[in-house]
């Protein structure tokens, strides 16, 4: 994709506003990283610091594929859970800093925040996995639900930020709370003696004595709810959906409000902006057909080891759209309302649902190994497009700010890439 002249002329009003209403970044983990970005070198570039948090990260992600491949929930050791959970407040710490950083050495920039976002929307898709992997959760709809709710989250966050050019952070946030809760979740994981399988525990049984699993039933009899719905055998891991979803709601509706009131201060319409909603929950959607196609007796995806290649297709097609969406905020273009990713994940699930809607054959998922080639290429394809995209970018904002993404160097005069401390002193 190449820049236009108008992409460049909004990178330059571009300006950087954020709302943090976080007790716990403000109180707490907020002395924390300001002592933690003075242990990093000057010489160490901002854009620097938040890839070598997601490659923490990354680690993770290694560690579940070494010992569970397949993904169908085998006993991981607890040290795995522990780095998991160090792992992920690492990516915290040095993503909650580069900002720090960049202002440390004047090198605050829209690139900053691109790849800021970038990098946290592969984090959001690969910790799914993993905390998923932590409860126990698995090869289930569960996991295509708690995909679809963080994707979600983060999508409706980050058009939130399109519509009223800033970044808001509320009292429960996703990047603070939401990840220290995840962290929590693999500490429990390793301590426990059940492990992962703590998680499958009532949790009214958390209450000591009996009393919460006698009130449960209580409710239960009360309401006479049906055996497979009842209080008393809700699940810990289930539960901890649940108020995701809640979560989520309560996300998109404080996201909006924040919107309408920028509209009345523009004096713009308050409705326009949903449509901005549409691309993602039409792609979701599509994904969602795709996987559904393993209930029509077609290919099997959910409850198959394919779900793995397949959250990551859908992470890295959800990064590539969400970098869109970034992209047009920093260089205030047109909302982006569809990429060429739609089309193949379209395609895909059309295919996968080829007997039940059209009584003929897949033409490419229509076997076993056809279907695990797919879809593993696909992945690649998702892959490959968004590192192309991204290349792309952060080169052509390189090229026009005068700014390195990963060294600690600037354009000086003459256009020539030198130590941005260099320039600083001239």
Known sequence: MRLTKAHLAGLDQYKYSGVDKSIVSRHVLG?????????????LAPNAITFLGLCFVFINVATLLWFDITYEGKDLPPWVYFTWAFGLFAYQSMDAIDGKQARRLGMGSALGEMFDHGCDAINTSLEVILACHALNLNRSWWTVASMTASLTNFYASTWEEYHTGTLYLSAF?????????????????????????????????????????????????????????????????????????FGTAANIITAYWHVIAARHREKKPILTPLLGLLPFGVHTAILVMWLHSERKNGVALVHDARLLPFIGYWGMAAAYQVSQLILAHVTKSPFPYWNGMMIYSLFGALDANAEWLFGREPLVQGSAIASDVFIQMSFFVALFNYVRFAREIIWQICEYTGIACFTVRRKDAQGRWVDANTIKKE
């Open 31 to 43: 002395h924390w990283w300001n002592w933690l970005v003075t242990l990093f070198p000057r010489t």
């Open 173 to 245: 946030s996703g990047p603070v709370e939401g990840i220290l809760m995840v962290v929590a979740i693999y500490a429990i994981t390793a301590i426990h003696p059940l492990h992962q399988r703590f998680w499958d525990l009532p949790i009214f049984s958390l209450i000591p004595g009996d009393l919460g699993l006698q009130f449960a039933t209580k409710i239960d009899t009360l309401l006479n709810l049906p055996d497979k719905y009842t209080l008393a055998t809700l699940p810990i891991n289930v539960a901890f959906m649940i108020f995701g979803a």
